[in-house]
């Protein structure tokens, strides 16, 4: 069985070597023709290369796993532009098609081999190219094989190939593993446990109801998810990762995983098989990347905070899966939008403090304007959605500006009411929960006492009540930012019965305070080189009407349920904060191991410890190296420099932690993919909480 490799020339992001990997796949694993390369800045976002030569055309077998991974990176155009005329689930009812070859990408799971086994025996295409999005385990290949040899069906089997693509890409620098499947009911043995709550990594490894057994399979899912997207960036890591806990682990795990694909390709020297760069001698190994494995207890406030971000308010407050929003408003039916790196506002804008956006979105409906009119003006019709207009006899010159411009002029004014919506739904959200003063709170939560948070969760608001969501998120950014024994027992009843009047489900404050009691972790956000803790605020009162001036004018002259003045009314009192300068610890962590030199002392203390893992290096120079137990102990070697990096979150990921994480490497010269076992939304993790501290109340 192959396995599929990885190419020398190495794309510059993840998402980007996904999508790769993925048209070589649909090419019938033969490499794609390189996009051509651009000279010109900005851009929107990545394009998808074309597939050399005329395609091959072919039906597409997905299963639910690896829809998932296509949907991210790929749209309905692209499978057509890859030759693919039918894509389809493969446990459908799907009728033959003899003289089309099949592609199936799917999970190595018992039930898709017999599937397989099925399609085979009827012949229903005329060959077959199976690929599997992680390892063929070698039980269910003796099971296929065998299948196959018993029913007389090998020659259609073409290819049988491991991918290594078992993971999601929503953005150039994002990743998550595919969610862990739920167990069948009858493969449950009487010892093992169903979860009450939602289904994710955090609660298999934090909840007291979990059996060894199902922790074990958690970890082995995990290292292996992981290692499919290091294969994917096709480079050998240096491993990093603090010790006594999940992530220590899965290192360990990872590292195996990693010296024994890379024992492989070595026995059969060939580097044609290697799933990783031939780096391992020479000046290349100076470049090699970091890889910082993270447990999500080291940091829980990042989950809970309430961003101000375009993206972070945008997974909090509208439902979002793999990169498809759904906009419901009381006056207008529900609408869906996929925000992606082709998105060109999206992907300008995503990790933009959101009263920028909206500035944004006013330039661009601006330049669109000038853009129309300049169309109009040159081919004398009057509205560039009518191309019936066209005088035919009119300039050539000007016939051809036009017939070349406006679609590229109809899809960005697509684009532009696509994000006008969502920055609409966004504001009724912020005014109707009061998220601009949530945020300006926890942005000076150092500086609050349990005073001020009780005056904050009972003031009395125009425009109704917090949520309860809302408020149990600022007492758990409150309680997990305050120094050990700083609040009271008094004080945490006090905020405890607060919340219960408002209707909220203390259960997650239950379970992060015997959580904290148990670890005694602590959320040390560092701020910033001449930072405060307060936040900065853009002139609320003069400078924030003038700020949103433009995206009131731009919402009459869009949409015609706005030409009411309600818009001018929503924006009305909405703060311009912007972020302060601060790093949360994951960043804080990051920024230590990758540039020592404007990392804390503290921080230093902290990583000098983490585990160190050298996949390339002998097993036994493991003993002498920094952070292995048994070193000499020299500070001096610990620390190196690293220009490109991968952090990744055991137990969830967070926009408002990626945000921080993207602006820190921008700053800084960086280049830091960051990932996690889910992407988690607030909200959803709430629920997380919720869930094991009933766990461990019973």
């Known amino acids: 069985m192959a396995s599929s490799v990885r190419q020398s020339a190495v794309p510059t992001t993840l998402q980007q070597a996904q999508t790769n990997a993925l048209l070589n796949l649909l090419n019938l694993n033969q490499p794609v023709e390189a996009p051509s390369t651009t000279t010109g800045k900005g851009g929107s976002g990545f394009k998808t290369p074309p597939v050399s030569g005329p395609p091959v055309w072919k039906i597409l077998v997905l299963d639910q796993q690896t829809k998932d991974v296509l949907a991210t990176v790929l749209h309905v155009q692209d499978l057509r532009d890859a030759g693919v005329t039918l894509h389809v689930q493969l446990h459908t009812l799907r009728p033959p098609l003899p003289d089309v070859p099949a592609v199936y990408f799917v999970s190595p799971t018992l039930a898709n081999i017999q599937r397989i086994a099925q399609d085979l025996q009827k012949s229903l295409y005329e060959s077959f190219h199976l690929n599997f999005v992680e390892p063929l385990p070698r039980a269910l290949l003796e099971e296929l094989a065998a299948t196959v040899a018993q029913d007389g069906t090998g020659e259609y089997v073409e290819q049988v190939v491991d991918q290594y693509l078992s993971f999601i890409a929503p953005a150039s620098s994002l990743f998550s593993l595919l969610p862990p499947p739920p167990p069948p009911a009858s493969v449950l043995s009487p010892t093992q446990t169903t979860f009450s709550g939602p289904l994710s990594t955090y609660t298999i490894l934090n909840s007291p109801s979990s059996t060894e057994q199902q922790i074990e399979e958690e970890i082995e899912r995990v290292a292996s998810g992981l290692f499919s997207a290091v294969a994917t960036t096709g480079h050998v890591p240096y491993i990093r990762a603090p010790r006594g806990n999940a992530a220590e682990m899965i290192a360990k795990k990872l ?82 939008y996929d925000l992606d790196s082709k998105d ?104 609050q006492t349990t005073q001020t948070i009780l005056e904050v969760l009972r003031a009395p608001r125009p425009d109704g009540d917090m949520t309860p969501t809302d408020k149990l998120r600022l007492v758990l950014v409150f309680y997990l930012s305050a120094p050990d024994n700083a609040i009271t027992k008094e004080d945490v009843n006090e905020l405890e019965k607060e919340l219960k009047s408002a209707g909220a489900d203390v259960a997650a404050f239950e379970y992060v305070r015997r959580t904290r009691e148990i670890s005694r972790m602590t959320s040390s956000i560092s701020t910033g080189t001449g930072g405060t803790a307060t936040p900065v605020l ?44 601060k790093l949360f610890p994951a960043t804080r962590l990051t920024e230590a191991l990758m540039d020592s030199s404007m990392a804390s002392n503290q921080s230093l203390q902290e990583t000098d410890d983490f585990l160190f893992l050298d996949p390339r290096a002998p097993r036994h120079a493991q003993a002498g190296m920094p952070g292995i137990a048994g070193s000499s102990g020299v500070s001096r070697g610990k620390r190196m420099a690293f220009a490109e990096g991968m952090v990744f979150v055991v137990g969830g990921a967070g926009y408002v932690e990626y945000g921080n994480l993207e602006e820190w490497a921008e700053k800084s010269g960086k280049r830091v993919t960051y990932g996690g076992t889910e992407i988690v939304d607030p909200g959803g993790f709430v629920k997380i909480l919720e869930s094991l501290g009933k766990a461990g109340s019973v």
């Open 255 to 336: 590292e195996t995983k990693i010296r024994d694909a890379i024992l492989s390709a070595s026995r059969t020297h060939s580097s044609s098989t290697s799933l990783f760069a031939q780096d391992s001698t020479g000046l290349s190994n100076l470049q090699r990347p970091l890889l910082l494995i993270l447990d999500r207890n080291m940091d829980l406030v990042s989950m809970l905070a309430h961003g101000w971000t375009y993206q972070a308010l945008v997974s909090d407050c509208l439902e979002m899966k793999l990169n498809r929003v759904t906009v419901v408003s009381t006056d207008q039916p529900k609408k869906q």
């Open 538 to 581: 853009g002139g609320v009162a003069g400078q924030g009407g003038e700020l949103f001036k433009g995206f009131s004018a731009l919402g009459n002259r869009l949409t015609d349920r706005l030409k009411d003045g309600r818009f001018d009314t929503l924006i009305s009192g909405v703060k311009n904060f912007l972020p302060t300068n």
């Open 344 to 447: 060109f506002f999206w992907a300008r804008n995503a990790a933009n403090p959101f009263p920028q956006v909206a500035e944004e979105i006013d330039i661009e409906l601006n330049k669109y304007k000038q853009d129309a009119a300049e169309i109009t003006r040159s081919t004398g019709i009057s509205d560039v959605n009518d191309v019936s207009q066209l005088d035919l006899t009119t300039n050539a010159a000007h016939l051809k500006t036009a017939i070349t411009q406006l679609p590229e002029l109809t899809a960005r004014k697509a684009t532009l009411d696509a994000h006008m919506n969502v920055a609409s739904a966004l504001l009724e959200q912020i005014k109707k929960r009061g998220l601009d003063e949530l945020f300006s709170t926890e942005e000076a939560i150092t500086r």
